[in-house]
């Protein structure tokens, strides 16, 4: 199992988690964009954070469901992964 998440996957949780389709080259060529501009919001946030720490078996470090762009998100995330949070 990878222990980074790409934007693929990213992508992928947005739509199984919160009912959103996101080009996922969208979200690597704009890291910087909010969440908000891809019409994601924190609730939709919390249910992808609840999916990984389900998928990965390890606690994602508190704050992750706060972030604001993609690029902000997947640093928290693979750094979460990466040291076990």
């Known amino acids: 199992m990878p222990t980074q998440l790409s934007y693929a996957e990213l992508a992928a949780l947005m739509k199984s988690c919160a009912g959103l389709t996101v080009d996922p080259q969208l979200l690597e060529t704009r890291p910087d964009a909010t969440f908000e501009e891809y019409g994601l919001d924190s609730l939709g946030l919390l249910a992808i954070v609840g999916e990984l720490e389900n998928r990965y078996g390890t606690p994602i470090e508190p704050g992750a469901e706060s972030s ?4 902000d998100f997947l640093d928290v995330i693979n750094t979460s992964l990466t040291t076990g949070a």
């Open 68 to 71: 604001k762009t993609p690029g």
